[in-house]
């Protein structure tokens, strides 16, 4: 492996400490993290591993395309170029029928979900085109696959997401960048913290192989951040206890 300069956004949450940990104790990896809360990402500065590459975090909303640009910019300052960037940060809607939710949660939705990985791609493409060389791996779920009752939000954003990695995988490919998606199952996180418990339990039974954990993702971004991936782009990565298998 080649030194790499990796950004990863919503870094402060479950899966993206778990990412931020996981490419920290590479000593060949440098990494640049953000995500829209300070706390949360010092929590994950706090639990890196030592003996890995140079780290910079910012704080920084994927919704705003000056500050997603802004995090490029110092990759770029700082390491002089982003060989991967690993787009992560997302929210779930509230639960409700369509009738029942309001224009607000829809936007909401869409700007992280959505305009969060658009702004991801807008910002990083210029420089791994100038470089002719790059990996975006995007964060779906499985929610962008299969329906959910309750969460049209959250299900239209993450078949979006999906959607707009193969057109960027098709766009993007003659100038060596490779965009793929991981759609995961449900996992433990913090994202559920307002669920009620049962609510996760029942959820829990849907999937052959029980809930997931962050450890149970972390070699499918591995994976298609890497060189081992070189022949992979466009593809939905579905890494879900067998959620979608029935
Ligand atoms: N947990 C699951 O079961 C599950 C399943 C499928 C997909 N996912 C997806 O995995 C990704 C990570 O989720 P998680 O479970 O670790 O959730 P999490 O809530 O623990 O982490 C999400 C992080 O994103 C950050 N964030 C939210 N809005 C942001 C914004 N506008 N700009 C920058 N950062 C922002 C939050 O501060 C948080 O640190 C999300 O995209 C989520 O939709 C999660």
Not at 80 to 102: E, F, K, M, Y
Not at 179 to 202: K, M, Q, R, Y
């Amino acid at each position: 492996m080649t030194r790499r300069t990796m950004v990863i956004n919503g870094a402060g949450g479950s899966l993206g400490g778990a990412l931020a940990a996981h490419f920290a104790a590479d000593p060949q990896t440098d990494l640049v993290l953000s995500d829209v809360s300070q706390a949360a990402l010092d929590a994950t500065l706090a639990g890196l591993p030592s003996g890995g590459g140079s780290v910079e975090a910012l704080v920084a909303d994927v919704g705003d395309f000056d500050q997603v640009e802004a995090v490029i910019a110092r990759a770029v300052e700082r390491f002089g170029g982003v060989d991967a960037l690993i787009s992560n940060a997302g929210i779930l809607s509230p639960n409700g029928r369509i009738h029942n939710l309001q224009t607000e949660d829809w936007e909401r939705a869409f700007r992280v979900n959505v305009l969060g990985a658009v702004n991801g791609i807008k910002a990083t493409v210029p420089v791994m085109r100038a470089q002719q060389a790059g990996t975006i791996v995007l964060t779906a779920s499985v929610s962008g696959l299969t329906a959910w009752s309750h969460a049209a939000p959250y299900c239209a954003t993450k078949a979006a997401v999906i959607q707009l990695g193969k057109v960027a995988a098709v766009e993007y490919a003659r100038d060596g960048i490779r965009v793929n998606c991981v759609c995961p199952g449900t996992f433990e996180s913090a994202i559920h913290a307002e669920l009620p418990p049962a609510a996760l339990d029942s959820i829990a039974a849907k999937h052959p192989l029980g809930l997931g954990a962050v450890a149970d993702l972390v070699g499918a971004y591995d994976y298609l951040a890497g060189p081992a991936s070189g022949w992979t782009t466009g593809t939905a990565l579905v890494v879900d206890g067998g959620y979608s298998a029935p």
